[in-house]
């Protein structure tokens, strides 16, 4: 098996509006109560969590997948082997994630998160 989706994010005007849409629309457990209101969506049975929230201040609008890897960097030289380019290098959030993210030679923005959490 290749490597999986493990997040996914929907960004773009008010977080909170967007959580309510999808709150409603999909019957989605949402969490916003943290200092950035970024709603994790609770995953559930044969799905994925993910998070919705506001995009940053004069951002576009998106939707975004996160693939889990082992390594981040390895898979970012091999995305600029490949064509891609790299948008957010290797960043850690203690505690939380280890993450990066690259666009495709289309254009598309993709996520990865690296498998094991990083110490606090």
Not at 41 to 63: D, F, Q, T
Not at 65 to 83: M, N, R, S, T
Not at 106 to 111: D, H, M, R, T
């Amino acid at each position: 098996m290749g490597m999986p989706i493990v997040h996914f994010e929907i960004m773009g005007g008010e977080g909170k509006q967007l959580q309510d849409f999808y709150s409603t629309l999909f019957a989605w457990k949402i969490d916003a109560n943290n200092p950035m209101q970024y709603g994790l969506v609770a995953p559930e049975e044969k799905s994925i969590g993910g998070g919705i929230g506001a995009a940053e201040p004069g951002g576009k609008p998106y939707v975004m997948v996160y693939v889990g890897v082992d390594k981040i960097d390895p898979v970012l030289a091999h995305v600029e082997q490949l064509g891609g380019n790299t948008v957010m290098p290797r960043t850690v959030i203690p505690g939380m994630v280890t993450m990066a993210q690259f666009s495709d030679p289309a254009g598309n923005l993709i996520g990865l998160v690296e498998n094991e959490m990083p110490p606090a």
